[in-house]
Nanobody, 125 residues
């Protein structure tokens, strides 16, 4: 069964940090580009970051640039999203997604073949 599983979400105070993990089961994530998306209550899901299969190319939305860092460890079949200087507006459900053949926009949901179930991140004092 092909599966992506996110973990690492939780409640954190403004200014704090979290590291999300996206682990693949049933397939080699090393062949896939991976995107991170988030969906806040009442808002559409938005792409916030992506990383190429080799890790050599990364992308960030302006809203997270300079605060979030995406990385991957293909030996562990896992992609990470390090989130620093968190703000209340970062509160959302965070999803990872895998793209076998990147061709279009990294932030387009239609690009991705497999999705995780999401992990909640809440930034609040």
């Amino acid at each position: 069964q092909l599966q992506l599983v996110e973990s690492g979400g939780g409640l954190v105070q403004p200014g704090g940090s979290l590291r999300l993990s996206c682990a693949a089961a049933g397939f080699d994530l090393g062949y896939y580009a991976v995107g991170w998306f988030r969906q806040a209550p009442g808002k559409e899901r938005e792409g916030i970051s992506s990383i190429s299969s080799s890790g050599g190319r990364v992308n960030y939305a302006d809203s997270v640039k300079g605060r979030f860092t995406v990385s991957r460890d293909n030996a562990k079949n896992t992609v990470y999203l390090q989130m620093n200087s968190l703000k209340p507006e970062d509160t959302a459900v965070y999803y990872c997604a895998a793209d076998w053949s990147p061709a279009g926009s990294w932030s387009s949901e239609a690009e991705y073949d497999y999705w995780g179930q999401g992990t909640q991140v809440t930034v609040s004092s």
